[in-house]
C-alpha cells in the first residue's frame, strides 16, 4: 500500500498541475480579450470578415454610423443577435474610426417610433416552446445606415438565415458609398437586335402571377450601385460611350453588321474596358414550346475570334452531366426531367486546372459548386490570334461524355430519350481573354481603333444562349399581356414547361444572378466583395472523395442512368453510415482503451514501487 508520504506528495503534484493549468486559462483569456483573432477554416470564411468588405469599409472617406435595432427574448433570436453584433464587432476592428454601429433594442413607444420612421418592419417572431405550444415576440430586426447625408435601410433580417449577412451588410455599404461619393458603374447592354433582354419576365413561370421578376429588376433593386444603360449601335455610325465601364451582349436574332463590331472592338482598344457575351449558335424563339432552335452565330464569331476565343456553330449535349430536375405529377409521384441540351457544370476539385469543369477562382463563378449553361455551343482556343503577353483560359467546360449537332436547325423538345451522336469529349463553353489586347480587325476609312489596347482590357465569352433567363419559362410562358392586363394574371403558355420552370429556377436562378453580378464587378475591376458575395451560397453538400461519380457514358438510356444512380446512392449510404458508427462508437471505445491502458500501467508502476 501507499505510505502517507507518497499520499501527500501525490496530493501536491495534482494540487500544482491545477493551478499551472488555471494560471495558463487565465492569461489565454487576458490575451484574448487584448488581441481577440478568429481562426476560420470554412471553405467560405463564414465566421470572419473577408477582406474585400474590410477594405471597402477603409476606402470610405468619413465616419460610418450602423444603428442595429434587434430583437431579443427568444432563444434563436439571443443567437442571432450574439452572431451580428460579433459581426459588426469585425467590422469595427477592420475599419476603426470609420465604422461604428449601435445595438438598440426597441423596448419603449419611443425607440418602436423611431424604427418606424427610419423605414424598419415590424415583425413577429415565434418559437416553439413546447408540445403544440409557441411563444410569439412582437419586433423590429433591422439595420439603419447613416453615411454623410445619405441613408440606406435593411428594413428586416431573417433571423432562420444568418450566412449571407456580411454579403448583405457590405453591398449596402457600398451602395451609400457609391451614392454618397457620386461613383458610377455604368455599364451598356446592347439592343435593337431582337436579343434576349434583361427587362424579359421569364425567371419564373408567369401563369397565375401579377407581374413577374426580371433580371433588370432585381439588380435595380439589389445592387442599384450599378447603372444599366441600353446601347443601340445605330448601324456602327457613332462610337459607344467612351465613360461606360464594359458592354454586355445577349443573344440575338439579327446580324451584326462588321461596322457595328469594329465599335466595339474600338470601345475595347481603349483600355481597361470589358466585353461580357452571353450567346451561342442556339437560337430559340421566346414563347415557343416546341423548343425548335436555329443554329446562327449572327456575325458575332467574326469578331471573338479575332481575341482568341473561336464560337463553334454547332448544339452541345453533354450527356455526361446529367441535368435533372424533380418534378411533382399529378399522381403526387416524382419525375426526374433530363435534358442535355442544358450542360450542368458541378465544381468538381479532383481535376487538375488544366482539366477542371468550373473555374471557380474565376470572378463569375467564384466558389460556386454548380451553375446551368441552357443551350451551349463550343468554344475553340486559338492562342496566335493573340499576343502572348495576353491569357487565354477556360472558365467552364463539359464532361467527355459530350456531343455536337451541327446544320442549320436542331429539336431541344423535352423527350424520353436522346440519341447521341459520336464523337465524344469534353467541350469548353466559357473562356476569358484579358490583358492589353490586339485590335480583332485592321482599321478601316470608317473606324480606326488602336492597334492595341494601352490598359488591360477584358472578354468573357459564355456560349449559352440562355444564361441570364429560365429555358423553361422562356419557351414556355405565354406572351407579356403589359401592365393594364396585369389583374389577369399569366395567359396562354405551354403548362407543363412553366411546371418544370419552377424547380428550374429554384435550383439554379441564385447562381445565375450572383454570376451575372460577380461578373459585372469583374467588368468594372471592383472584385473585392467576391468573397463577401460567395457567403450569400448555402452551404455545399458534403462530398465523398473515397467514392467515384457515377460515370454516365453517352450510350446510356434512362435506365441504365437511374441504375447507375442507384448504385452511387447504396455506396454513399453506406459510407455514411460507417461514418455514423465511428462517430458513435468510436470516439467513446478510444476514450475507453486510453482509460484501460492508463489504469493498467498505473497498476504496474505502483505494484514495482510497493516490490
Known amino acids: 500500500m501507499a505510505t502517507q508520504e507518497q499520499k501527500r506528495k501525490a496530493m501536491a503534484q495534482t494540487g500544482l498541475y491545477l493551478a499551472v493549468i488555471t494560471a495558463i486559462l487565465i492569461a489565454a483569456n487576458i490575451l484574448a480579450a487584448g488581441m481577440f483573432q478568429r481562426i476560420d477554416v470554412t471553405k467560405a470564411q463564414r465566421h470572419t470578415l473577408s477582406e474585400g468588405s474590410g477594405r471597402l469599409i477603409?476606402?470610405?472617406?468619413?465616419?460610418?454610423?450602423?444603428?442595429?435595432?434587434?430583437?431579443?427574448?427568444?432563444a434563436h433570436l439571443d443567437v442571432f443577435v450574439r452572431d451580428l453584433t460579433d459581426l459588426l464587432k469585425e467590422y469595427?476592428?477592420?475599419?476603426?474610426?470609420k465604422f461604428q454601429y449601435t445595438i438598440i433594442e426597441p423596448n419603449t413607444?419611443?425607440?418602436?417610433?423611431r424604427a418606424k420612421d427610419a423605414g424598419l418592419q415590424e415583425t413577429a417572431f415565434a418559437a416553439e416552446t413546447g408540445e403544440?405550444?409557441?411563444?410569439?415576440?412582437?419586433?423590429?430586426?433591422?439595420?439603419?445606415?447613416?453615411?454623410?447625408?445619405?441613408?440606406?435601410?435593411?428594413?428586416y433580417l431573417q433571423p432562420a438565415r444568418n450566412e449571407g449577412l456580411e454579403f448583405w451588410i457590405s453591398n449596402k455599404v457600398r451602395e451609400i458609398r457609391d451614392k454618397a461619393d457620386d461613383i458610377k458603374h455604368r455599364i451598356g447592354v446592347v439592343t435593337g437586335k431582337d436579343e434576349l433582354k434583361l427587362t424579359d419576365q421569364n425567371l419564373i413561370a408567369r401563369q397565375g402571377r401579377q407581374g413577374s421578376p426580371s433580371m433588370k429588376s432585381i439588380l435595380e433593386q439589389a445592387f442599384p450601385y450599378y447603372k444599366i444603360e441600353d446601347i443601340d449601335l445605330k448601324g456602327g455610325d457613332q462610337p459607344i460611350d467612351a465613360d461606360l465601364a464594359g458592354l454586355v451582349i445577349t443573344q440575338p436574332q439579327k446580324e451584326y453588321s462588321e461596322k457595328e463590331l469594329r465599335r466595339i472592338d474600338e470601345f475595347l482598344m481603349r483600355g481597361d474596358k470589358a466585353l461580357a457575351l452571353y450567346v451561342s449558335a442556339v437560337n430559340i424563339k421566346p414563347q415557343d414550346a416546341t423548343m425548335m432552335a436555329t443554329l446562327d452565330l449572327h456575325g458575332l464569331d467574326k469578331l471573338v475570334s479575332g481575341y482568341g476565343i473561336d464560337i463553334k456553330k454547332n448544339a452541345v449535349f453533354d450527356h455526361g452531366a446529367q441535368f435533372r430536375i424533380p418534378v411533382m405529377t399529378a399522381s403526387g409521384a416524382v419525375a426526374w426531367i433530363r435534358h442535355p441540351g442544358l450542360a450542368h457544370v458541378v465544381n468538381d476539385p479532383r481535376f487538375d486546372e488544366k482539366e477542371r469543369p468550373l473555374d471557380t477562382s474565376f470572378a463569375g463563378f467564384f466558389r460556386m459548386d454548380e451553375v446551368a449553361f441552357p443551350f451551349p455551343s463550343s468554344l475553340e482556343l486559338l492562342p496566335s490570334k493573340q499576343p502572348s503577353?495576353?491569357?487565354?483560359?477556360?472558365?467552364a467546360r463539359t464532361t467527355p461524355a459530350s456531343s455536337v449537332e451541327t446544320g442549320t436547325s436542331v429539336s431541344m423538345k423535352l423527350r424520353d430519350q436522346w440519341s447521341p451522336k459520336p464523337p465524344h469529349e469534353s467541350r469548353i463553353i466559357a473562356a476569358v481573354a484579358e490583358g492589353k489586347l490586339k485590335s480583332a480587325f485592321s482599321p478601316n476609312a470608317d473606324v480606326k481603333p488602336n492597334e492595341r489596347a494601352p490598359k488591360p482590357s477584358r472578354v468573357l465569352v459564355i456560349?449559352?444562349?440562355?444564361?441570364?433567363?429560365?429555358?423553361?419559362?422562356y419557351a414556355g410562358n405565354g406572351p407579356e399581356m403589359g401592365p393594364q392586363f396585369q389583374m389577369f394574371g399569366g395567359v396562354g403558355g405551354d403548362q407543363q414547361l412553366q411546371m418544370i420552370a419552377q424547380p428550374y429556377a429554384q435550383k439554379f436562378l441564385t447562381n445565375t444572378i450572383l454570376s451575372f453580378k460577380n461578373t459585372l464587378d469583374w467588368m468594372s475591376g471592383d472584385v473585392d466583395l467576391l468573397a463577401a458575395s460567395a457567403k450569400i451560397l448555402g452551404d455545399p453538400n458534403l462530398s465523398y472523395a473515397s467514392i467515384d461519380k457515377p460515370s454516365v457514358s453517352a450510350t446510356d438510356d434512362e435506365a441504365a442512368a437511374h441504375k447507375k444512380d442507384e448504385e452511387f446512392r447504396g455506396k454513399r449510404r453506406s459510407l455514411q453510415r460507417q461514418v455514423q458508427w465511428t462517430v458513435t462508437l468510436g470516439a467513446p471505445l478510444a476514450f475507453a482503451f486510453f482509460g484501460i491502458g492508463r489504469w493498467r500501467w498505473r497498476n504496474q508502476r505502483r505494484d514495482q514501487r510497493n516490490a
Open 463 to 473: 456560349s449559352s444562349s440562355q444564361f441570364l433567363t429560365n429555358p423553361f419559362a
Open 92 to 97: 469595427q476592428r477592420s475599419g476603426k474610426e
Open 389 to 395: 503577353d495576353v491569357k487565354l483560359y477556360a472558365v
Open 58 to 74: 477603409r476606402s470610405l472617406k468619413g465616419p460610418l454610423q450602423v444603428d442595429a435595432y434587434v430583437q431579443t427574448g427568444l
Open 132 to 155: 403544440d405550444q409557441a411563444a410569439i415576440s412582437q419586433g423590429y430586426m433591422g439595420l439603419v445606415f447613416k453615411y454623410g447625408s445619405e441613408k440606406a435601410v435593411i428594413p
Open 109 to 113: 413607444d419611443e425607440l418602436r417610433q
